[in-house]
Nanobody
Framework: QVQLVESGGGLVQAGGSLRLSCAASGSSFSILGMGWYRQAPGKERELVATITNSGSTNYADSMKDRFTISRDNAKNTVYLETNNLKPEDTAVYYC???????????????WGQGTQVTVSS
């Protein structure tokens, strides 16, 4: 089993920044990659960024100029640095990990509960 806990969300003024964190915990699993997604009210969940355990990153085109994803492999933790936040960035941000349980050769996706980011005008 894999559990993900996000933190770092909150209320921030436009132009500000937040650093989101997500820690994976559990036992008997190997992480292949981690990432961030977000979902605004009335909209579909969308990709923000992902990072593999080797450090390869992937960003949504609309995010790459302001957001930065990083990872601490020793802590099984992924971070999202957000800069120059805009009201349009208001959403619940979800942590994701792709992991393989040692008892199962297949990879599965796991999700955290989400952390709210609210950007005021």
């Amino acid at each position: 089993q894999v559990q993900l806990v996000e933190s770092g969300g909150g209320l921030v003024q436009a132009g500000g920044s937040l650093r989101l964190s997500c820690a994976a915990s559990g036992s008997s699993f190997s992480i292949l990659g981690m990432g961030w997604y977000r979902q605004a009210p009335g909209k579909e969940r969308e990709l923000v960024a992902t990072i593999t355990n080797s450090g390869s990153t992937n960003y949504a085109d609309s995010m790459k100029d302001r957001f930065t994803i990083s990872r601490d492999n020793a802590k099984n933790t992924v971070y999202l640095e957000t800069n120059n936040l805009k009201p349009e960035d208001t959403a619940v941000y979800y942590c994701n990990t792709r992991a393989v349980l040692w008892s199962d050769r297949r990879a599965h996706d796991y999700w955290g509960q989400g952390t709210q980011v609210t950007v005021s005008s």
